[in-house]
């Protein structure tokens, strides 16, 4: 039996220059949704493997790269997606978003506000936003087409008829460069507004549904909303109780069966960041010292 | 005649030149009117520069057929070049190629012979790779649009001199179009087609 | 005092060496090996080369054993081995008319020209477990004769000479046939794409819409015209040699379903074809794929399309397991960010509820 041998990033020249042209298209069609010839990765299909593709077909010697999941670096999956990086292509890693020139994620937009210098992955799971208005590819190609976005405006508009809000609270989406409907990946939307006019490359990979898109880096992209019914992000009224930020979005953690809960910070580098500044919430630690093995616990 | 030993050989490293070549093209695209560095060193048949013969190597394939203009097609060191290092297609027909190279760019076609894609596939286009005398130096250009905060300005000493006007159909076909990507030497600048053209200076 | 959750990596290590002893089993059972499974769970290895495909019975068989018996699990790990392999190109169209049949039967005619021939099959067996083949059991050895000589064409081609039924249409002679591996699917979907979606389709999906076609939604009256199951030679055109280099031979199950005729004024009524075929011997497969092929085939034919199985769109979108398994399954993915988003927003609108309530009853009081 032959032992496989892989190439460097696992794919394929021939399956990165098909994923690359379709990220230059993508480019220059901000928001389209390019087709491409998505492989079966070495991981579940929903697990990341349209991002893991568009990684694979960018990512060089010299670059760092970042993975987070929830906004968390230590997450099994990010754990896993970066430990697969850095076997098949040997980059370096960092958890630190100030220091990666390639982030891929799912489901957030890191705290600290990116640079020129990188680029943002993101694992896209239903590429199309208007899928669940209209399942059929068929249809909804023709409606991206025409601009004939009617339909999704009718859809958060019985929201507020319902509920007296958009009853859209992630993946909640956009209109990019004022022409195609996007659907910005389950984020939360409190993170929409980091989308617009961002400094750096944007690029959405969907494996399972075989999509690549794009935001080029100073482009606008509007959270989809009515005058009398403005966009509103949406972050739990607390600081995080480990570093303090008022401003950070927040993860709830159920601390024991009686209601009690906690607020910390779902970007686990910003919030480590800030501790580590001196920064502190109401239930942070005492600074983590390391101790020697067999050392008493005084 | 050239023998295919003749040819002027591809990349030395494959994988990380193809690489290191794509991500000055996709900084490019994503930053219209930024100068970017081709820095990865392959051989280029003649009429050929060496950026040119590096983004051919980076994304020609059998899938992608190649229109080339007049002068590259006499060439048959750069058609064979092509075949051999790429694989791609030469086609006849530009409405149906997937690149296009152009050295002359005086006697560039009308941009609507090319592929323009469809409303519901604006990606099946031609991308244009015209050779131009300098990114460094000439008229200058003001540029907005996606990619760039607010304005871009780029020196250019670019054939046709009414490239850009010509680009303008971009504008009524969105998102239908054509995207362009300028070369000198190793120095390469993308025109996606959501970018806008200003003269700066005549 | 809270302290977030480290270490995710040294979990996923450990897990991973658990899972590496659960599938061991007990030491105190000696090891499977990949040739007993490939020898005696040879229907197993055959759907994952089929469903995964890819025809290597030795690589199906670690498939097997690597995934635990979990066939799915095993056709993905296929899959993605089969994704790094260079592409070649294709080979030249298999004859089936001229395969080394080890079983065919039709049920369209009695007696067809080569003859009925039952080979290794669970039909008329009675499913009575038997403990017999607990251990060490030794089958009789089988029957014997020899090779019949004659030839065995397909039932289909039989019919056809009549114009009985419709033309099996025929690629031009150098033809690109279509990978949905490699370019990206687009609707709708010529034939030679959706059989080949259909051919990777999980069997269990292809039988419940076969299925339910055969209960009328999207009835299309079919007979088995024939299964047959066998030997055939692959060749592939190399285009440096000038001719077809034969590669080998694999194993095949073919099925032709002969339906509903269709005619108009134009042209004479004629029976319509659906069409199945799958590595190694997978009647189950075959069978539901030819009737999902004819079912998908309402469009062309001028059949209303309406039920499940005629909706192209939907067939092929779920039709493969792999995809379906991951996404299904990702839901055990952290999702505790967007569930935030959500979650706030329900506490929002509980809250207005309940203030709306109270200013209401407030209201009603002071009335």
Request: charge should be negative; charged fraction near 25%; include cysteine.
């Amino acid at each position: 039996m032959n032992a496989p041998a892989y190439n460097f990033a696992y794919l394929d020249e021939q399956t990165k220059r098909m994923i690359r042209r379709a990220i230059l298209k993508a480019i220059a069609i901000p928001g389209y949704q390019v087709p491409f010839a998505s492989r079966e990765m070495p991981m579940p299909y929903g697990w990341g493997t349209g991002g893991v593709q568009v990684t694979a077909a960018i990512l060089g010697p010299k670059d760092v790269l970042k993975v987070i999941d929830q906004g968390s670096d230590d997450t099994t999956n990010a754990i896993s997606i970066r430990k697969f990086f850095a076997k098949t292509a040997g980059v370096a890693t960092t958890t630190a978003t100030e220091d990666a020139t390639v982030i891929q994620t799912r489901h957030r937009i890191p705290e600290t506000a990116l640079h020129e210098n990188q680029v943002l992955v993101y694992q896209v799971p239903i590429p199309e936003p208007l899928r669940f208005l209209e399942p059929r590819e068929t249809e909804t190609r023709r409606m991206h087409a025409l601009a004939e976005y009617g339909l999704m405006h009718v859809k958060l508009y019985e929201d507020i008829a319902r509920f007296g809000h958009i009853a859209t609270a992630y993946a909640y989406p956009v209109k990019v460069n004022a022409r195609y409907v996007m659907d910005p990946s389950p984020t939360p939307k409190f993170d929409n507004p980091k989308m617009d006019n961002c400094p750096a490359l944007q690029l959405f990979g969907a494996g399972r549904e075989k999509r690549i898109y794009a935001i080029p880096p100073y482009t606008t992209v509007v959270s989809l909303d009515f005058e009398d019914h403005p966009f509103e992000p949406y972050r739990f009224n607390a600081p995080c109780a480990l570093c303090g930020a008022e401003n950070s979005y927040l993860d709830e953690i159920v601390t024991d069966d009686k209601g009690g809960r906690m607020f910390v910070c779902s970007d686990t580098d910003y919030c480590e960041g800030r501790q580590a500044a001196g920064h502190r919430g109401s239930l942070s630690a005492a600074p983590y010292k390391e101790k020697a093995h067999g050392g008493s616990n005084g | 005649m050239t023998t295919i030993a003749e040819l002027p050989p591809g990349f030395v490293d494959k994988v990380l030149s193809a690489q290191s070549t794509f991500r000055s093209v996709m900084d490019a695209m994503a930053r219209p009117g930024s100068v970017q560095r081709i820095v990865p060193m392959a051989g280029a048949p003649a009429m050929m520069m060496r950026g040119t013969a590096a983004i051919a190597l980076t994304l020609f394939d059998h899938d992608t057929p190649i229109w080339l203009d007049a002068r590259m097609t006499e060439s048959s060191d750069v058609v064979k070049w092509l075949k051999f290092h790429t694989g791609a297609p030469v086609v006849q027909d530009c409405s149906i190629a997937s690149f296009a190279l152009i050295s002359d760019g005086a006697a560039l076609p009308a941009l609507e012979r090319f592929a323009l894609g469809s409303n519901e596939y604006p990606d099946r286009s031609t991308t244009l790779i015209v050779q131009v005398d300098s990114l460094a130096a000439g008229r200058g250009f003001e540029l907005r649009g996606p990619g760039i905060d607010s304005v871009a300005t780029l020196q250019a000493a670019i054939r046709p001199a009414d490239l850009f006007e010509r680009l303008r159909v971009n504008e009524a076909l969105f998102p239908r179009g054509i995207d362009v990507v300028l070369v000198a030497d190793d120095a390469v600048v993308a025109i996606p087609r959501t970018t806008r053209v200003v003269n700066k200076e005549s | 005092m809270y302290v977030a959750v480290k270490g995710g990596e040294r979990a996923i290590e450990n897990a991973h060496r658990l899972l590496a002893n659960a599938r061991r089993g007990s030491h105190n059972v000696p090891e499977v090996t990949l040739d007993q499974i490939s020898e005696q769970l040879g229907l197993a290895v055959d759907r994952v080369m089929s469903e995964g495909s890819l025809y290597d019975r030795e690589l199906a068989a670690l498939a097997i054993k690597q995934a635990r018996g979990d066939l799915i699990e095993a056709i993905f790990l296929v899959r993605a081995f089969r994704a790094t392999l260079p592409r070649f190109g294709a080979s030249e169209p298999v004859e089936t008319g001229a395969m080394r049949v080890q079983r065919r039967v039709s049920s369209t005619f009695k007696d067809i020209p080569g003859g009925q021939i039952l080979g290794p099959t669970f039909d008329y067996t009675h499913r009575l477990l038997d403990p017999s083949l607990a251990e060490g059991f030794v089958p009789e050895a089988p029957a014997t004769a020899e090779a019949s000589s004659a030839p065995t064409p397909r039932v289909t081609d039989i019919l056809g000479r009549d114009g009985l039924i419709e033309s099996s249409p025929q690629a031009e002679k150098g033809a690109s046939v279509g990978d949905l591996t490699r370019e990206p699917l687009n609707f709708p979907a010529d034939r030679d794409l959706r059989l080949q979606n259909l051919a990777r389709g999980d069997e269990g999906f292809l039988l419940a819409m076969g299925y339910s076609t055969q209960r009328g939604y999207g009835r299309n009256h079919p007979f088995a015209g024939e299964i047959r199951f066998g030997e055939v030679e692959v060749e592939f055109f190399a285009e440096d040699a000038g001719f077809a280099v034969p590669l080998g031979s694999i194993e095949l199950t073919e099925c032709q379903m002969v339906n509903q005729f269709k005619g108009s004024a134009t042209e004479a009524p004629c029976f319509t074809r659906g069409y199945g075929l799958a590595f190694g011997q997978s009647e189950r497969k075959t069978m539901s794929m030819a009737l999902v092929d004819r079912a998908l085939r309402a469009r062309e034919l001028g059949e209303e399309a309406a039920a499940p199985a005629q909706d192209e769109e939907f067939v092929m979108s779920h039709s493969d397991n792999v995809q379906a398994t991951g996404f299904v399954e990702h839901l055990k993915l952290p999702h505790y960010v967007d569930f935030q988003s959500e979650l706030g927003l329900l506490r929002k609108l509980r809250q207005e509820f309940t203030d709306a309530n109270a200013a209401e009853s407030m209201k009603e009081a002071a009335e």
